[in-house]
T-cell receptor, first 113, second 113 residues
């Protein structure tokens, strides 16, 4: 069985300051891990993915995530927040065998001017 | 342009009526998925299909049905047996045998009164 825990339901930062969204996962096998972003009433857009290559993954819009197997974590970071980053962020783990994905409950990112 | 389309964007139905949500993709993906999203919650998997004419129940399949007669199409029927059908429904697709990175449609907001 696999699971995902997003450790913060809400994160608030000021524009121009760093962003950290935390995600821990549980998986029986080497997982594929993803971060998606969702703006209000929209579908989800892929930010970045980890698929057993480099442990530091770069995504779109300046986001990065580091896969740490020993800590079973896949935290999302960005050096400097922008107002347009305000959205809901989801961490996802996928099972290679079944293709079934498990989503975290999401983290709402608020960016203050 | 390649992508996933869902129609309609908003759907209103009376309680006791079945309703079918459309999902079409032209990405040549084998796998397709249906998720339900409730306010403040993550995505919950309803059904998924990894190949034409085959599909599996997800975590919350009760009160829903699907078909996969064509690779491009994966319609979802919300039946009158679904106790709380009002929600935001998201369709996704992915290739199989790789990372299962999912591409999402824009969603359908269903309101049942």
């Amino acid at each position: 069985a696999q699971s995902v825990t997003q450790l913060d339901s809400h994160v608030s930062v000021s524009e121009g300051t760093p962003v950290l969204l935390r995600c821990n996962y549980s998986s029986s096998y080497s997982p594929s891990l993803f971060w998606y972003v969702q703006h209000p009433n929209k579908g989800l857009q892929l930010l970045l993915k980890y698929t057993s290559a480099a442990t530091l993954v770069k995504g779109i819009n300046g986001f990065e995530a580091e896969f740490k197997k020993s800590e079973t974590s896949f935290h999302l970071t960005k050096p400097s927040a922008h107002m347009s980053d305000a959205a809901e962020y989801f961490c996802v783990v996928s099972d290679w065998g079944t293709g079934k994905s498990t989503f975290g409950d999401g983290t709402t990112l608020t960016v203050k001017p | 342009d390649g992508g996933i389309t869902q129609s309609p964007k908003y759907l209103f139905r009376k309680e006791g009526q079945n309703v079918t949500l459309s999902c079409e993709q032209n990405l040549n993906h084998d796998a397709m998925y249906w998720y339900r999203q409730d306010p403040g919650q993550g995505l919950r998997l309803i059904y998924y299909s990894q190949i034409v004419n085959d599909f599996q129940k997800g975590d919350i399949a009760e009160g829903y049905s699907v078909s996969r007669e064509k690779k491009e199409s994966f319609p979802l029927t919300v039946t009158s047996a679904q106790k709380n059908p009002t929600a935001f429904y998201l369709c996704a697709s992915s290739s199989t045998g790789t990372s299962y990175e999912q591409y999402f449609g824009p969603g359908t907001r269903l309101t049942v009164t």
